[in-house]
């Protein structure tokens, strides 16, 4: 079992002692990282998972990086989780993504390099290696799904989403550009193209990015559906397609592609004009999106959800009004950023949709909330979001410290989507205030 030593949180915490406590946080959680397996014996939860930015290795190295990057860890840590985490052959399989495989392997590398100590950098011919199979794969995902959209079959998670399909790939071939040769742009152009595409209406009405499956085994959803989330659903599109405008890379229907979403979001937008807060701007209004969408709703024009999702980066309210944010921004729509912000400052003043959140991770939980309302923060058109960081930071590490000193029989999840190492990474963040030198949240879209 991991044990953690620490402080306890008080209630009346200034920001700068909040700050001081999550630093403590981050320490205390780095330190039982510390040490990545070592053999068959001490792989545990991580065991056949070296390769995984969410689940195992790859992901836990991300915060060693971070640290080493800023000075507060050692490269020595960073690099022993990277060479274990690039222990065994590296797989470039089609069923590879930015979170699996070659691709996850890059983002890691590429973060290690961020600061660009010299000429070359670290880890440059390995970097080289991994972008010509990251080309190769991009250029076979996007051959297969095109093919699979013109045999008329459904695009799917695995063709598209950030965490095994084309989005992801794609953030990935954005984020390692200029340092990626010219073919490499070709095959961004080509992902992009393609995630352009699902914004097309199907023949038969429904999205483009409809898929056939179930959002999740335990929640059915007959028929199919179409995903709102920046995890799964069309919001990672936007964000992506925003990100991609914003560093100036374009294919045709780019700008188009981000008003059809715009205008799909702002269609099945909830409104709840009863339930407001007092803010001297106006009434804060608590919007809201549907997870997904069904052929029922569809039919209806009208969500079966009754009511806001918990708000999470994966499926909630902040992921998508970020993206909403992004492609704002990227096509100067000043009004609609601002409405975008409103909804956010909405959310998180909201305590009945705070209630909702049950963990601290990335994904679901506390660390993601937080991390994607830094970034949006920091793009604020006014002072209302950053001025709610101070609280929402407090608590973050509230949460936090509730986490680490509560009794336990079991190991903590020490991955980076779901446990500790992505929620000391955005306690990384609450205590520097800064942007993260490794761009480690690139993988979120949120950046």
Request: hydrophobic share 40%.
């Amino acid at each position: 079992m991991t044990a953690y030593t620490m402080a306890t949180s008080t209630p009346d915490a200034t920001p700068t002692a909040t700050a001081v406590q999550a630093d403590s946080l981050v320490h205390t959680l780095a330190t039982a990282l510390a040490t990545p397996p070592s053999g068959p014996a001490d792989t545990r939860e991580l065991a056949g998972r070296e390769q995984s930015l969410d689940r195992g290795t790859a992901g836990i190295a991300l915060l060693h990086v971070e640290r080493a990057l800023t000075g507060t860890g050692s490269w020595s840590t960073a690099h022993a989780w990277i060479r274990a985490a690039t222990a065994c052959d590296i797989s470039a399989a089609d069923d590879t993504g930015l979170y699996l495989g070659a691709p996850a392997i890059a983002f890691l590398l590429h973060a290690a390099n961020s600061d660009n100590i010299d000429h070359a950098g670290r880890y440059h011919k390995a970097l080289s290696t991994l972008d010509a199979h990251v080309e190769a794969l991009a250029h076979r995902r996007v051959d297969a799904a095109t093919a699979r959209l013109d045999r008329g079959e459904s695009t799917s998670f695995a063709d598209y989403d950030v965490i095994r399909g084309l989005t992801g790939i794609g953030r990935l071939l954005l984020y390692r550009a200029p340092a990626a040769c010219m073919s490499q742009a070709n095959a961004l152009s080509r992902v992009l193209r393609y995630l352009i595409r699902l914004t097309h209406p199907r023949s038969d009405g429904r999205p483009g990015w409809w898929v056939d499956h179930h959002p999740d085994p335990a929640l059915p959803t007959p028929g199919g559906h179409a995903n709102h989330g920046l995890a799964h659903g069309i919001a990672g599109v936007l964000a992506f397609l925003g990100t991609a405008l914003r560093r100036g890379v374009t294919v045709d229907g780019h700008h188009d592609a981000i008003a059809t979403l715009g205008a799909h979001l702002d269609h099945w937008q909830q409104d709840n004009p009863s339930q407001t807060t007092p803010n001297p701007a106006g009434p804060l209004r608590r919007n809201w999106w549907p997870t997904w969408i069904t052929h029922d709703d569809i039919h209806t024009g009208h969500p079966l959800q009754p009511g806001p999702p918990r708000p999470s980066w994966c499926y909630g309210t902040p992921g998508i009004v970020r993206a909403l944010q992004i492609a704002a921004i990227a096509t100067g729509d000043t009004a609609r950023q601002r409405r975008a912000e409103h909804v956010l400052v909405g959310c998180i003043s909201d305590s009945h949709q705070l209630a909702h959140l049950s963990d601290v991770g990335l994904c679901h939980g506390w660390a993601g909330l937080y991390q994607t309302v830094w970034r949006a923060a920091q793009d604020a058109t006014t002072s209302d979001l950053p001025h709610h960081l101070p609280n929402l930071t407090t608590q973050l590490t509230r949460q936090a410290s509730q986490y680490v000193s509560r009794p336990t029989t079991r190991p903590g999840d020490p991955t980076f989507l779901t446990g500790t190492a992505g929620l000391a990474l955005a306690l990384h963040t609450a205590t520097h205030n800064t942007a993260p030198r490794s761009g480690w949240d690139a993988c979120l879209l949120i950046n």
